[in-house]
Every structure is written in structure tokens, then in C-alpha cells.
């Protein structure tokens, strides 16, 4: 698998085979150069073709927009399984939606320890932790073989404010990211180690469920440990609430593969009304 190509030199035009839609009526060649940081660059998949649009950044955009919103970035990046996308300290200068896979978000803690602050799967942006500073302050890695696309922060600013609709997009994404950091304030502040991790597997059902995957059965990217270290709990207490959940039937568990038995239970477990929609 290579991902190098030539840059068509200024005097030569490109071939049918490199060329792709942009708007009606227009053409434009396929980027070539891979920028620094990418492990392997993949052909252009346009947003308007995506079928995750609805879960990325371009929620919502009319068809003009999303082809304007389409030019801000080049390709996919392909990340292996434990490729680095982000390094703490290292300089903000893009957000990652998420194509194909997942990552986990992570920070050290001052004795070297790890500590997960996020699972982020297809759909998903990462990168925001960057905006305050210019400098990140999360590791990103790659829990299994993933596709990202890279949108340049600066390109995105002179956008927005150009555009009102991709301008409300990004605060959309804002406030889901603020939403999100409280919940999970909530969850280590408030709730019992089996409420943590009920709600924890009813989070990963319900966003599985809304990217037409099954609510009930997945497998777990991450360890017992990286879920602990994300729920605020002990290695030894994850297993021992997940052998009781199962043993009260409300779950089953092989492995990293998960089935959710009883929806319902689990929900009244974690104090919440079972979804309209159901998982």
C-alpha cells in the first residue's frame, strides 16, 4: 500500500482518472501531497457523499454549502491500530473527523499515568482541546485501523464567518463538545461504579444505533482498564460490575463482545426513562 503520488507539473493537465466532481459544471484534480503527520493518504471521499455526514461537522449543511465545506480538506489520513493522530504539547492546527474506526482520547497525569478522557468513534471530532491555546493537550490513538479527515482550523475560521450556516455548524459542534464534558462530569461525581458503567454501555448503544448499527450488540474497543481509567474506577471493580450485570441477566459479556439484554433495566438502573426509540 503506497501512498505517494506525483504532482501533476503546472503545464500538464491532469487525466480523467485523477479528477473528480466538485460542483456542477466544475472539475478540480484530486490533492496529491501528503502534509506532515499523516501516516497514509487516501483518495478524497467528498462530504456530499459521506454517509456520516449528519454526525460530522457538516450536520445539517444544504448541498451548496457542503461542496464549499468539501474544499477545506485533502483526503483521508489512515491511521493502524495504536498510531499517535495528537500528541499533548504538540501544535493545534486542524480538527479530525473521524471516517472510519475510533480513538481514544487521553491525558498524562503528572506521575505518568494515563488517563482516558474520551472515546471517540466514527462521526466524531477531535482536535477542540487545541482551540483555547493553539497547543493540544490530549493524546489521540488510534484503537484500531481508522480513516480521519483533516479540516484546517484557520481555512475553517474565514468560513464560518463568510458563511452563517457552516458558522452555526461549528457552534453546534461547540456546544455538543461542552454538553458532553458535563455529562461526564455527571457520571464521575454522582453515579455508583454499576450506574458508571451501565451508563457508559447505554452511551455506546445509542451512538452505535444512530449510525444504523445494531443498539444491542458491539464489541468494546477498549480494555477493562481504559474503561475503568474513563469511569473513575479500578481495573478489579469494572470486571466485578460487569460479572454482575451479566449475572442479573442484564447483559453478555465475551471478551470485548457485548450484547445488552435488558435496555429497560439498564436504564432504570442509571435513573433515566428507556429512550422513546428504544436501543
Known amino acids: 500500500m503506497s501512498s505517494s503520488r506525483k504532482t501533476d507539473s503546472p503545464a500538464t493537465a491532469p487525466d480523467k482518472a485523477s479528477v473528480v466532481p466538485l460542483r456542477p459544471g466544475r472539475e478540480r484534480a484530486r490533492p496529491t501531497a501528503a502534509r506532515p503527520n499523516v501516516v497514509t493518504l487516501r483518495a478524497k471521499t467528498h462530504c456530499i457523499q459521506c454517509t456520516l455526514r449528519e454526525h460530522c461537522l457538516p450536520a445539517g449543511l444544504e448541498a451548496e454549502d457542503l461542496w464549499e465545506f468539501d474544499e477545506l480538506f485533502e483526503g483521508q489520513r489512515r491511521l493502524r491500530k495504536g498510531d499517535m493522530l ?17 480513538l481514544k482520547i487521553s491525558i498524562l497525569a503528572e506521575d505518568g499515568r494515563e488517563q482516558v478522557a474520551g472515546y471517540q468513534m466514527a462521526g466524531e471530532i477531535i482536535g477542540l482541546d487545541g482551540i483555547a491555546t493553539g497547543c493540544h493537550t490530549c493524546n489521540a490513538a488510534a484503537l484500531e485501523d481508522s480513516e480521519v479527515c483533516a479540516v484546517p482550523f484557520d481555512r475553517l475560521e474565514q468560513m464560518a464567518q463568510a458563511n452563517p450556516a457552516i458558522r452555526n455548524s461549528v457552534r453546534q459542534l461547540l456546544a455538543a463538545e461542552v454538553r458532553r464534558n458535563h455529562g461526564h462530569m455527571l457520571l464521575l461525581g454522582s453515579m455508583r461504579a454499576e450506574e458508571r458503567v451501565a451508563s457508559f454501555l447505554l452511551n455506546l448503544a445509542e451512538r452505535y444505533r444512530r449510525r444504523g448499527y445494531s443498539g444491542s450488540e458491539f464489541v468494546l474497543r477498549m480494555t477493562r482498564e ?23 441477566g442484564l447483559i453478555q459479556a465475551q471478551g470485548r463482545d457485548v450484547k445488552l439484554l435488558d435496555p429497560p433495566q439498564l436504564n432504570h438502573l442509571v435513573g433515566r426513562e428507556v429512550p422513546p426509540s428504544g436501543l
Open 86 to 102: 495528537l500528541h499533548a504539547g504538540g501544535t493545534f492546527v486542524a480538527l479530525y473527523a473521524i471516517r472510519v474506526g475510533s
Open 226 to 248: 481504559e474503561i475503568g481509567s474513563y469511569l473513575g474506577l479500578k481495573l478489579e471493580t469494572v470486571s466485578r460490575v460487569f460479572s454482575r450485570l451479566q449475572a442479573d
